[in-house]
T-cell receptor, first 115, second 111 residues
Framework: AQTVTQSQPEMSVQEAETVTLSCTYDTSESDYYLFWYKQPPSRQMILVIRQEAYKQQNATENRFSVNFQKAAKSFSLKISDSQLGDAAMYFCALGYGGSQGNLIFGKGTKLSVKP | DTEVTQTPKHLVMGMTNKKSLKCEQHMGHRAMYWYKQKAKKPPELMFVYSYEKLSINESVPSRFSPECPNSSLLNLHLHALQPEDSALYLC??????????FGSGTRLTVV
């Protein structure tokens, strides 16, 4: 079975502070990719960060970084120096290679940023 | 051009109407997707097109009819929809580096 689990329906962080969103997944495949997507109220699904399963080094994109623990099947997102614009729904997703690989989404975590 | 463009952004239709949603990308991606998203829920896969051929249909009712006229364009034809079909419909494409790019969606309301 292929599943993605986000155990935090809602999270809150003070502006300029750091927050970590949790994600665990399950797959029997060896070639896969993990993603964090941000969906603000404007509804655009925006790619935040991507991790290839074969890479041991954790991906980083400016204030966003991941902690990828392959053996534990864990893929958490850390947002540093949180900004008001970071407030959104965050989805963790599992994807595969090939021309028709689908994305499997977690249920999402709603992040609020307090000024 | 690194975008997926969806039109219209909003659509209100009656249960007897026929309408179409359009999705366009010019990134050369050969896989395109339709997702349905209800409020506060993750997107649910509806259809996958690979090299302009339908490769996955997630048991979607026949009142939704996808079409891929060419490698850049994906349509979703709607007919005799129900109020419970009201949702955000997202289109996405997948590139060779396995990045998925989403459009901004069509907010559909069935009355």
């Amino acid at each position: 079975a292929q599943t993605v689990t986000q155990s935090q329906p809602e999270m809150s962080v003070q502006e300029a502070e750091t927050v970590t969103l949790s994600c665990t997944y399950d797959t029997s495949e060896s070639d896969y990719y993990l993603f964090w997507y941000k969906q603000p109220p404007s509804r655009q699904m925006i790619l935040v960060i991507r991790q290839e399963a074969y890479k041991q080094q954790n991906a980083t994109e400016n204030r966003f970084s991941v902690n990828f623990q392959k053996a534990a099947k864990s893929f958490s997102l850390k947002i540093s120096d949180s900004q008001l614009g970071d407030a959104a729904m965050y989805f963790c997703a599992l994807g595969y290679g090939g021309s028709q690989g689908n994305l499997i989404f977690g249920k999402g975590t709603k992040l609020s940023v307090k000024p | 051009d690194t975008e997926v463009t969806q039109t219209p952004k909003h659509l209100v239709m009656g249960m007897t109407n026929k309408k179409s949603l359009k999705c366009e990308q010019h990134m050369g991606h050969r896989a395109m997707y339709w997702y349905k998203q209800k409020a506060k829920k993750p997107p649910e896969l509806m259809f996958v097109y690979s090299y302009e051929k339908l490769s996955i249909n997630e048991s979607v009712p026949s009142r939704f009819s996808p079409e891929c006229p060419n490698s850049s364009l994906l349509n979703l034809h709607l007919h005799a929809l129900q109020p419970e079909d009201s949702a955000l419909y997202l289109c996405a494409s997948k590139g060779p580096n396995y990045g998925y790019t989403f459009g901004s969606g069509t907010r559909l309301t069935v009355v």
